[in-house]
């Protein structure tokens, strides 16, 4: 923002002479023509230091003014994704030339920093409820019952095509905010299908899909992979089995394949359990 004019010696010590005969700050303002908070911080200086000059600075003076800070601040925090170019544009039609540098100097004083913003899967209301009460139910069940849970998933890994990043203004341990993500969706071309397991023990068995997974395929994948798996991994009798609720997961075939293997289910997402054998 534009720096405002300062104030002559003589007017500091004509606020100063008022105060002394017992004028308050709201009439001394009035008087000079001067704001409350201009003439409070006057008189508080000459109480503190018995002067109205200007004292030695420690350094050079900030080139961006509280209220630009203030600015800025918000401006990032209602979009993060807005570039130090952008910063720099809006300063300086208020009047305030700056550099980049002198923008990410500014945001990381007030504890923020330029991150690379986490790509998540895009998430409908329905699915982050479904989430949430998942959560809540399991919030206090005990390590050892983690520890007896086999994760399961697909995934689709891009080999070719543009996957730029993009940068986000957060604070520290905000990286997962909604406004600091990027949503992302399972399409593209020029990738690999993986199928992959894992427990607490460490990771299980990870293999390709070279043809397009439907139902009869990933309950092939499970029937080849996913015992041996819980075996590599040493897991207690009565271990966890979870999946996710994708189409291929919650099919009848694929439910009646998984209760034919004494699959019985948990409550939350998509989840069974078996007594190994």
């Known amino acids: 923002m534009a720096k405002t004019k300062e104030l002559s010696k003589d007017t500091r010590n004509k606020i100063v002479d008022l105060h002394q005969v017992g004028k308050t700050e709201s009439a001394i303002g009035k008087q000079l023509g001067l704001k409350k908070s201009t003439v409070g911080a006057i008189i508080r200086k000459w109480k503190t230091y018995k002067t109205t000059d200007n004292l030695p600075r420690s350094g050079a003076p900030r080139k961006i003014s509280p209220r630009g800070v203030k600015m800025i601040t918000r401006t990032v925090s209602k979009n993060p994704r807005t570039t130090r170019g952008d910063l720099v544009n809006?300063?300086?039609?208020?009047?305030?030339k700056v550099t980049k540098p002198t923008i990410s100097n500014?945001?990381?004083?007030?504890?923020?920093?330029?991150?690379?913003?986490?790509?998540?899967?895009?998430?409908?209301?329905?699915?982050?409820?479904?989430?949430?009460?998942?959560?809540?139910?399991?919030?206090?069940?005990?390590?050892?019952?983690?520890?007896?849970?086999?994760?399961?998933?697909?995934t689709k890994i891009e080999l070719f095509g543009k996957n730029s990043t993009r940068r986000v203004w957060r604070t520290k341990n905000a990286?997962?905010?909604?406004?600091?993500?990027?949503?992302?969706?399972?399409?593209g071309g020029g990738n690999i299908m993986l199928w992959g397991?894992?427990?607490?023990?460490?990771?299980?068995?990870?293999?390709?899909?070279?043809e397009r997974?439907?139902?009869?395929?990933?309950?092939e994948i499970l029937s080849e992979n996913l015992l041996p798996s819980a075996r590599a991994l040493k897991m207690k009798r009565g271990w966890v089995f979870q999946h996710d609720n994708d189409p291929k997961h919650t099919a009848r075939a694929t439910?009646?394949?998984?209760?034919k293997k004494h699959f019985k289910s948990w409550s939350g997402l998509a989840s069974h359990q078996i007594s190994t054998p």
Not at 197 to 210: D, E, N
């Open 90 to 96: 809006d300063l300086q039609r208020a009047g305030t």
């Open 106 to 154: 500014t945001l990381r004083r007030q504890g923020l920093k330029s991150c690379s913003a986490r790509r998540v899967p895009l998430l409908k209301p329905v699915h982050v409820q479904a989430r949430l009460k998942f959560a809540r139910e399991h919030l206090d069940d005990p390590d050892e019952d983690w520890e007896n849970v086999i994760w399961s998933d697909e």
């Open 175 to 187: 990286e997962l905010h909604p406004k600091n993500t990027i949503p992302t969706v399972k399409h």
């Open 197 to 210: 397991c894992f427990s607490a023990k460490g990771p299980g068995r990870l293999i390709r899909v070279k």
């Open 213 to 219: 997974m439907n139902g009869a395929m990933y309950r």
């Open 255 to 259: 439910k009646e394949w998984l209760r």
